[in-house]
């Protein structure tokens, strides 16, 4: 099947605008006038790589970092500022906790509203830049498998009891909307991928949409990709950055936890077998419910078939974007034909032993 360079979304989906807008266009130049004008800082900017919002590292001539992220102007203002809320409720919570700081502009605001030229407005924001090194360049141990499932438990309860208006905004990476994958699945092209996602689907339709509603449920991060997680340049076990609250939302706690460990499986063997140290970790500090445990095998099957489905849409749409978009589709992918080879009883009784049940 050949995909158009420009597919559109089918009607339920194209909603999501923020999914179907590009990034927004702005030079190192602009960054560095932003900066300036609205910051008060001189310093030499260096485009980040980003899916929908335009990033920029900023240094100054002293060598200190910052970011400067420039949101899509089709995000709804009020999800950013869930985002930006997020991120000062969990300074007063858990300052200890590897996350970015915002910085105020001139004006002792956190958030900066710039004209996109169409009449929309895009929102400006100073983040503190995090050193480290990407976790998907970095080789995988337990140590840090167990310490990334802390980290992450850590940040459920420094959220728990946050909340915001934008909280329940419609947002197509939720796992809860699984089913509308179903749309989406023309644009994978390959009918035997193709099939392996209807699966999963089926499996989330028979086993979890009935139980959503007896879900404990908050704010959660919903991200913790490799690409959103930075570990020590000498100490590759210790987290010392979570990044992109870009996907927060107000979703089944497990949901989060079913989200990072889809990146932790096993592409050989036992998919469960790494995913494993992660998941007991997390386990250790936020106690799984017997719900939540035998669940979290549909919910991280259902990850991966939103990333592999969104992502070769995305892919389809904006091809100059394309390697960006489709940098965790073969992970996907790997761990969807993994996941289909393993019964779904058996992965509940790895997974309830996992958790000392």
């Known amino acids: 099947m050949r995909i158009p360079s420009k597919p559109e979304a089918p009607s339920s989906v194209s909603s999501n605008a923020l999914l179907s807008s590009p990034p927004p266009s702005l030079s190192e130049a602009q960054a560095e006038?932003?900066?300036?004008?609205?910051?008060?800082?001189?310093?030499?900017?260096?485009?980040?790589?980003?899916?929908?919002d335009a990033n920029f590292r900023l240094k100054t001539s002293s060598g200190v970092s910052y970011v400067l992220k420039i949101a899509n102007p089709a995000e709804d203002p009020l999800v950013t500022n869930l985002q930006t809320k997020a991120l000062l409720h969990i300074a007063a919570i858990d300052a200890d906790l590897?996350?970015?700081?915002?910085?105020?502009?001139?004006?002792?605001?956190?958030?900066?509203?710039?004209?996109?030229?169409?009449?929309?407005?895009?929102?400006?924001?100073?983040?503190?830049?995090l050193e480290g090194e990407p976790l998907h360049q970095v080789e995988s141990s337990p140590a840090l498998r167990r310490n990334l499932g802390t980290a992450l438990a850590q940040l459920g309860l420094a959220l728990r009891g946050f909340f915001h208006p934008a909280a329940g905004h419609d947002l197509l990476w939720d796992i809860k909307n699984a089913r509308r994958m179903r749309e989406l699945l023309s644009y994978i092209e390959e009918p035997s991928r193709r099939a392996l996602v209807e699966l999963i689907l089926t499996r989330f339709d028979d086993h979890v949409t009935p139980a959503l509603p007896r879900l404990r449920a908050q704010i959660v991060h919903n991200d913790l990709n490799p690409h959103n997680v930075l570990v020590h340049a000498q100490d590759h076990s210790r987290v010392t950055g979570i990044l992109d609250f870009g996907d927060m939302v107000h979703t089944p706690l497990i949901n989060d936890l079913a989200v990072a460990a889809a990146y932790q499986l096993s592409v050989q063997g036992d998919p469960l077998a790494d995913a494993g140290d992660f998941i007991a970790a997390y386990h250790a500090v936020t106690p799984l419910e017997p719900i939540e445990i035998d669940l979290l095998y549909d919910l991280i099957g259902a990850r991966l078939a939103t990333t592999a489905t969104i992502t070769s849409w995305r892919a389809a749409r904006y091809p100059e974007n394309r390697a960006y978009i489709l940098r965790n589709a073969p992970r996907a992918w790997a761990g969807l034909e993994a996941f289909a080879a393993l019964p779904r009883a058996q992965a509940q009784v790895r997974l309830r032993r996992i958790c000392g049940l």
């Open 33 to 52: 006038s932003l900066a300036k004008t609205h910051f008060g800082i001189v310093v030499t900017a260096t485009r980040l790589t980003s899916e929908r």
């Open 98 to 129: 590897p996350v970015q700081r915002i910085y105020p502009t001139l004006d002792g605001v956190p958030e900066y509203m710039l004209p996109d030229g169409t009449g929309r407005h895009m929102i400006v924001r100073l983040f503190s830049y």
